[in-house]
């Protein structure tokens, strides 16, 4: 069965760059949704959209912005990165509630 | 806004024990969801419990949602090497099939073969 691809699966980046994360959901799933993981630390959501609009925000910071694409694959982008961004982030992406997570990003910021 | 607490924060048990995870919401939960993320991995979903004092089983793991809604545990019966992972519970915000997941602080079971 198809499962969510996230792209790259690492990344390494410097104080103040940009980063773009992208995301393909399950084909027919409506909602995705982006996850902050730092280490030991239980998933925050960042932000989700469901049928291409934006449909809830976490804690999702200000140099932070998401959209959704006509082909419902999604991508996070990040400026101005900082040490503190250093995280896993996930995608996810449902239909009926239950949450496939794709296997996430590992940002490094240097 | 909402919390979910889950004790205990870390379990270590010998292979063949058993192990249970609790896991309380400040307000009341429209459903709860289970999920286990193993060492490197991402989280994988286990199971969604929706009616009052509903109790569901796979396996060896059984899942239990409290009467009021706001409460689960997970129990799981003689432990095995692969049962090693963070155990995460998850409430929604709010109901519909487009929300938020708020997740429990996940207990951490590491087990000694």
């Known amino acids: 069965a198809a499962g969510v691809i996230q792209s790259p699966r690492h990344l390494i980046k410097e104080k103040r760059e940009t980063a773009t994360l992208k995301c393909y959901p399950i084909?027919?799933?409506?909602?995705v949704y982006w996850y902050q993981q730092g280490p030991g630390q239980d998933p925050q959501f960042l932000i989700s959209f469901y049928e291409k609009m934006q449909s809830d925000k976490g804690s999702i910071p200000d140099r932070f912005s998401a959209q959704q694409f006509s082909d419902y694959h999604s991508e996070l982008n990040m400026s101005s990165l900082e040490l503190g961004d250093s995280a896993l982030y996930f995608c996810?992406?449902?239909?009926?509630?239950?949450?496939?997570f794709g296997p996430g990003t590992r940002l490094t910021v240097l | 806004g909402q919390q979910v607490m889950q004790i205990p924060q870390y379990q270590h048990v010998q292979e063949g024990e058993d192990f249970t995870t609790y896991c309380n919401s400040s307000t009341t939960l429209s459903n709860i969801q289970w999920y286990k993320q193993r060492p490197g991995g991402h989280p994988v979903f286990l199971i969604q419990?929706?009616?009052?004092?509903e109790v569901k089983k796979q396996k060896r793991l059984t899942f239990q949602f409290g009467e009021a809604k706001k409460n689960s545990s997970l129990h799981i019966t003689a432990t095995q090497t692969t049962d090693v992972g963070t155990y995460f519970c998850a409430g929604p915000d709010s109901g519909g099939s487009n929300y938020k997941l708020t997740f429990g602080k996940g207990t951490l079971l590491t087990v000694n073969p």
């Open positions: 419990l929706v009616k009052s004092g």
């Open positions: 084909p027919r799933h409506d909602t």
């Open positions: 996810a992406s449902s239909r009926m509630g239950e949450q496939f």
